[in-house]
């Protein structure tokens, strides 16, 4: 059984930054890639970042230097850290993990990101 727990998140200002975590447990040698989603109210889910398993990372356009995801392997954990933060970010934020055939199989609880002007 894999787990995985995020997190992080809450309220900050424009400008402010934020860090997520997700921590996997259980059978971590099932999950492949990590995702971030968000979701904002109305909005249709969004992918944010990815971390490979490679190492190399993906970001949409409009995090790009803002937003940093990384991982620490010893710790299980990966981290999506978010700076310069807009009210545009605000969302609830979910990490996945794809399991071997790149199906996003396991989800994080979701945690709130709010960014207020």
């Known amino acids: 059984q894999v787990q995985l727990v995020q997190s992080g998140g809450g309220f900050v200002q424009v400008g402010g930054s934020l860090k997520l975590s997700c921590a996997a447990s259980g059978d971590t040698s099932k999950i492949d890639n990590i995702h971030w989603y968000r979701q904002a109210p109305g909005l249709q889910r969004e992918l944010v970042a990815?971390?490979?398993?490679?190492?190399?990372?993906?970001?949409i356009d409009s995090v790009k230097?803002?937003?940093?995801?990384?991982?620490?392997?010893a710790k299980n954990t990966v981290y999506l850290q978010m700076?310069?933060?807009?009210?545009?970010?605000t969302a609830v934020y979910h990490c996945a993990g794809e399991d071997g055939v790149g199906y996003l199989r396991y989800w994080g609880q979701g945690t709130q990101v709010t960014v207020s002007s």
């Open 83 to 89: 700076n310069s933060l807009k009210p545009e970010d």
């Open 65 to 73: 230097g803002r937003f940093t995801i990384s991982r620490d392997n």
């Open 50 to 59: 990815v971390m490979y398993s490679t190492g190399s990372t993906y970001y």
